[in-house]
């Protein structure tokens, strides 16, 4: 023992200390090994902070890289940051704007300048805390999506798909953010639920129809009927037939227009006639191309009416609204209004309503592209984990839309397309020009817009790695082994991240795709600082150490993708006041460390040998170890964290520390028996910490510190122990399959179910454990002769005069009967019990109970209650009738037994 460990564990003391002992011993970095496990972190912004997002990917990231480092794999966990164009771009302009600078007087050169100060002074912030979470990245080897070597591939990708027809320019209907002035991929919309109104407005028809002056449009929008040019309605509806092939003439601008037949329209919403604005809706943009229709786009980049409308000219979209509705109830064309609750886009990134907005952009052609990347994942070289998410990804890619590239920003990668104002020449140029390569000229541009992010983060498992400069670096390390990630970015980055590495390297990016839960408040919400529901990771750090978050995190890591995280805020402030979830795991750490740092002093005489099961209790144990080494192992492998992580602590807390430990104290004081028990159980505790050091590294790596050599470390007859826990060996389950014995764990199982039996029955009665109590077993003859050398040592842990019997023993007399493990115990409680008073206190408590189960179902059923009070009471009191019905039910089985 290398020193002797404190009788507290410390996270804040210990972690800090460890994590520097990684740092200085270079661990994190790739070395030799056979077979590889690379994996590229998803890029947070540059600028941004850790969250429970984030703080979950990184857990699972970290355990595969962990237990792949032990394996002896060549690992590397790349780590980098995204530029994040409109994130960065807007918090710079907000900046300058606070010291009364304005972006577009500096210009675009010195803007920049300010962005690349701003990442400089705030990038680190969420690097620094991956590292405080104990990551095992690779620190020396960040990347950033706007290194010269990154912004090289980014546009070499530009250029080889615009050469080959991939990438185009055209005048298309984009969502457009009228504050951000940019174009919004679809993906990156988000969805309001918003209360609004459905007007139904009367446009004059050219002639009569069928006695009609006059049709009724349904729209939420009648701010847009300015820049109609065809009224539509639906070839189903043969009511509205009459009035196909007829016109209107719009109101206000006076404009006379065709109403026509589309299969978009539904006949059954508003009137049936709908308002079509190619300039302004994705749909009317379908029906306008289909049917010819002129696009006159209404709003300039700021969503103001331009030019040519009259009074309304220089109005938002709200104050148009009001003026045009007003206009038509002015003269008697509004029919009427209905309330119409709806989802409307919003930007990601301020939340400004989104405008469909005909402009100019760059497109990605994906016809060539998706096809490929489809069968990618149907023919298994990419795997998503939990596999339902294979639907998703597959639903996304066969309805996928050309890609929106261009953004409207200053910040990001510049499109390298460059055009001569003297001949009308256009390239895309791997390197800057300023003179025209067609005439000479030197009135040569390039192209204002940049990038969409997600153009240069598809490239990122092989642009990190080294292509296109040196590809040689790839090998062997490409594809990655798995894109832990969410499932809100499957199509925006994931698909994407296929179809590029396709096409470029004619491989897959990764083998596996592991979309984590999405982490919710308590109250099942998102999270979010607005809201002040949000948990701050580092808080949860600060509270309970990064092992115990991590920890938590896993178990939570289950197929159900939204989990609500158990933490409470306070409401004033907003800060964490505890996460109960979180101290169960920060005590399971701590259990860990007392149970290591007994049998640790305790140690004294040992020396390393080979385990050997001299006990029924060491071959169960031996057994059991053997099976948690395959759990972890392919629990790690297969991605199912939440119940590995959990059968984790079942495994060290119930069966190690409650059970085993327990049984062999008295070995330990024997000295026949004590180096033996020594070796046993140091071959145990070895091999559990190395099992839990891929989810638990800091308390893991700090005992390992204090610790011997074991024969773990035994290597052609000679001791050579790692350095680190972090690279030492992994108990593999095939070296460990000797040790499985279906027999002994039944043995030891029959064992526990008795002394369990009697222990539960002392708790329940209040009996103390000095107290022997007579007790009778009563299992099957294959049992009866397995527990037959188990039948003292039961009795002795037990504190019992035990009887083994056949399955049709009579039960004793006043006994109460525990079934466990298909074993029947049964303890006799006569003179030790009062029965007629425990069976008076019981239907006392019964009755208790019940009436305040009735009182509580009573106040459930109410719905004003229901739809009145709290969402957080209402569950109370929900979880409250729950438990008083597991209360009640319990109460009549032990009631049971008296009779």
């Known amino acids: 023992m290398t020193e002797e460990m404190p009788k507290v564990y410390d996270p804040s ?65 790349v780590l980098g940051t995204d530029h994040a164009g409109i994130a960065t771009q807007t918090k710079v302009d907000k900046k300058l704007k606070s010291e009364g600078i304005s972006r577009l007087e ?86 309001h639920d918003e209360h609004g109104h459905l007007w139904h407005l009367r446009y004059p028809l050219t002639e009569p129809v069928n006695g009609q002056d006059y049709i009724v449009v349904a729209t939420t929008r009648p701010e847009t009927m300015l820049g109609d040019t065809g009224v539509a309605v639906s070839p189903k509806d043969p009511e509205k037939a009459a009035f196909v092939g007829k ?111 005909l402009s100019e952009q760059w497109f990605v052609a994906v016809d060539k592209l998706k096809g490929p990347a489809l069968d990618a994942v149907n023919s298994g070289k990419v795997t998503f984990h939990p596999a339902r998410w294979t639907q998703t990804y597959t639903t996304w890619m066969e309805n996928l839309k050309d890609w929106c590239i261009s953004r409207q920003l200053w910040w990001g990668h510049r499109i390298p397309v460059f055009y001569c104002d003297d001949c009308g020449w256009e390239d895309a140029l791997l390197e800057d020009t300023d003179v025209c390569p067609k005439c000479g000229g030197h009135h040569v541009h390039q192209d204002e817009n940049v990038l969409d992010t997600w153009f240069s983060s598809q490239l990122w498992t092989f642009a990190t790695q080294g292509w296109p400069q040196k590809p040689e670096q790839l090998e062997g390390h490409h594809p990655t082994t798995a894109l832990v990630t969410a499932r809100d970015i499957i199509a925006l980055w994931v698909a994407r991240m296929i179809m590029s590495s396709l096409y470029f ?28 529901n949000g948990v701050d990771p580092m808080d949860l750090i600060g509270m309970y150490g990064a092992d115990a978050m991590r920890f938590n995190l896993l178990t939570l890591c289950t197929t159900n993708q939204d ?15 505890d996460s109960p979830r979180t101290d169960q795991a920060k005590s399971f750490v701590t259990k860990i460390w007392n149970a290591s740092r007994f049998l640790l002093m305790n140690m004294e005489g040992y020396t390393p040998g080979e385990p050997v099961a001299e006990t029924a209790a060491d071959a169960w144990m031996f057994s059991r170890l053997a099976k948690a080494v395959k759990m972890v192992t392919e ?66 790596e700090a005992i390992w510190d204090t610790m011997p050599a074991s024969v773990l470390d035994e290597k052609d007859g000679v001791l050579e122990r790692a350095e680190a826990l972090m690279i030492a060996a992994w108990p593999e389950p095939a070296k460990y399959e000797k040790f499985i014995d279906e027999d002994a764990e039944r043995s030891f199982e029959l064992l526990r179910s008795v002394v369990s039996a009697a222990r539960s029955t002392r708790a329940r009665y209040r009996l103390s454990p000095k107290e022997q109590l007579v007790a009778l077993a009563r299992m099957g003859v294959e049992d009866q002769q397995r527990f037959s050398t188990m039948t003292d040592l039961a009795a002795s842990l037990g504190n019992l005069e ?51 189960l009735t009182a509580a179902e009573r106040t459930l059923a109410n719905e004003g209650f229901v739809a009145k009070a709290a969402p957080e009471v209402v569950q109370k009191k929900r979880d409250r009738a729950a438990e008083l019905k597991e209360t009640i039910t319990a109460l009549q089985s032990q009631l049971a037994d008296f009779e």
């Open 563 to 577: 989990v609500k995280f158990d933490a409470n805020i306070d409401k004033k402030t907003k800060q964490l006041i």
């Open 635 to 700: 629990g790690i492998e297969n991605y199912t964290f939440g119940d590995m992580a959990r059968g984790v602590q079942t495994f060290f807390w119930n069966e190690v520390c409650d059970w085993y430990v327990e049984v062999t104290k008295a070995r330990l004081k024997d000295d026949s028996t004590r180096l033996q028990a020594q070796r046993n159980l140091m071959f145990v505790l070895d091999t559990s910490l190395r099992l839990m050091h891929p989810l638990m590294p800091f308390v893991t």
């Open 13 to 77: 003391e210990n972690e800090p200390k460890i994590l520097q002992k990684w740092l200085d011993g270079g661990y994190y970095k790739r070395r030799a090994g056979v077979g590889d496990c690379t994996v590229t972190i998803p890029p947070p912004n540059v600028t941004g902070k850790l969250h429970m997002g984030h703080a979950t990917d990184d857990s699972i990231q970290d355990a595969i890289i962990r237990m792949a480092r032990m394996r002896g794999k060549s690992t590397r966990w």
């Open 106 to 191: 500096i210009g675009r050169d010195k803007f920049i300048d300010a962005c690349w100060d701003w990442t400089h002074e705030y990038g680190g912030i969420i690097v620094e805390q991956i590292k405080r979470m104990g990551c095992s990245v690779d620190f020396d080897n960040e990347r950033f999506t706007m290194d010269a070597d990154y912004a090289e591939a980014v546009r070499r990708v530009f250029c080889d798909w615009y050469h080959n027809g991939l990438i185009y320019r055209g005048k298309r209907i984009v969502n457009w953010c009228p504050n951000c002035t940019t174009a919004i991929s679809d993906d990156e919309a988000e969805y």
């Open 505 to 532: 390297l004619d491989e897959v990016p990764f083998k596996d795709v592991v979309i984590y839960p999405t982490i919710l408040a308590k109250d099942g919400s998102r999270m979010s600082k607005s809201k002040g």
């Open 802 to 852: 035990l009887t083994v019997a056949g399955e049709d023993a009579v039960k004793p007399a006043a006994s109460i009967g525990v079934v466990d493990g298909g074993v029947e115990v049964f303890i006799v409680l006569e003179g030790k019990v009062d029965l007629a008073a425990e069976r008076a206190r019981m239907e006392k408590e019964i009755a208790s109970a019940t009436k305040e």
């Open 247 to 357: 016109t209107v003439k719009l109101p206000i601008v006076d404009r006379e227009i065709p109403i026509f037949s589309d299969y978009h329209v539904d006949a059954n919403f508003g009137s049936g006639f709908v308002k079509v604005t190619p300039a302004h809706d994705p749909n009317d943009y379908a029906m306008g191309q289909a049917h010819n229709l002129p696009q006159i786009n209404i709003f300039d980049e700021h969503a103001v009416v331009v030019k040519g409308y009259g009074e309304f000219s220089g109005m938002n979209r709200d104050e148009c609204r009001e003026a045009v509705v007003a206009w038509f109830e002015e003269h008697g064309l509004l029919d009427h209004v209905e309330d119409l609750d709806h989802s409307v886009m919003h930007c990601y990134r301020c939340d400004a309503a989104l405008e469909p907005w």
